[in-house]
């Protein structure tokens, strides 16, 4: 069965950095774009970055442009998400979540999704 | 970016009535080159994250119960639970990925 799960949340001052792992498993990992999507506590879902199945291509949501990079590592089945200069309003649950359609060079519905790793950037 | 606006926030629904939801776009998210509407939805229960119900617009996920169903086109969509169970108690989200961003509606909750 599909798995996902991530690590590497915590606490971080503001102006710090993180990097998010997430271990896929149940899948071939190398066939599917995947996505990081985040939660800010008791608010709704904001997609933040895709990379596509053979790490070919990357797009990002504005809010986290030029400070966020995803990356994949098809060897290892893990999807990363590195976090440089965070900011109070990048507090949230970080999902990893896989594309719908394998082999696609756009972005789909999400099918699997992780339980999520809190990032809680705060002084 | 395309804004997704969900109707209502908030909805109590009778066990075994039905439930209906709204998500509507700020711009048409229907591919004309396939006839595909580019839109999923997806619940979400309390410390769970979000399940994939329904995508291209109105087909269901595997697993998925029929009493979800989802109807629309162009920019006005429809989630539709025709008997509510305990269980369906949730947060849903509308989603389009027709364009980038892909953008989530704000979230409509379901109560009994």
């Known amino acids: 069965q599909v798995q996902l799960a991530e690590s590497g949340g915590g606490v971080v001052q503001p102006g710090r950095s993180l990097r998010l792992s997430c271990a896929a498993s149940?899948?071939?990992?190398?066939?599917?774009?995947m996505h990081w999507v985040r939660q800010a506590p008791g608010k709704g879902l904001e997609w933040v970055a895709i990379i596509w199945y053979d790490g070919s291509n990357e797009l990002y949501a504005d809010s986290v442009k030029g400070r966020f990079t995803i990356s994949r590592d098809n060897s290892k089945n893990t999807l990363y998400l590195q976090m440089n200069s965070l900011r109070a309003e990048d507090t949230a649950v970080y999902y990893c979540a896989r594309d719908g359609l394998r082999d696609s060079s756009w972005h789909y519905h999400l099918d699997y999704w992780g339980q999520g790793t809190l990032v809680t950037a705060s002084s | 970016d395309i804004v997704m606006t969900q109707s209502p926030d908030s909805l109590a629904v009778s066990l075994g009535e039905r439930a209906t939801i709204n998500c509507k776009s700020s711009q048409s998210i229907l591919y004309s080159s396939n006839n595909k509407n580019y839109l999923g939805w997806y619940q979400q229960k309390p410390g769970q994250p979000p399940k994939l119900l329904i995508y291209w617009a109105s087909t269901r996920e595997s697993g998925v119960p029929d009493r979800f169903s989802g109807s629309g086109s162009e920019t006005d969509f429809t989630l539709t639970i025709s008997s509510l169970q305990v269980e369906d108690v949730a947060i849903y989200y509308c989603q389009q990925y027709f364009s980038t961003p892909p953008t989530f509606g704000q979230g409509t909750k379901v109560e009994i």
């Open positions: 149940g899948f071939t990992f190398s066939k599917y774009a």
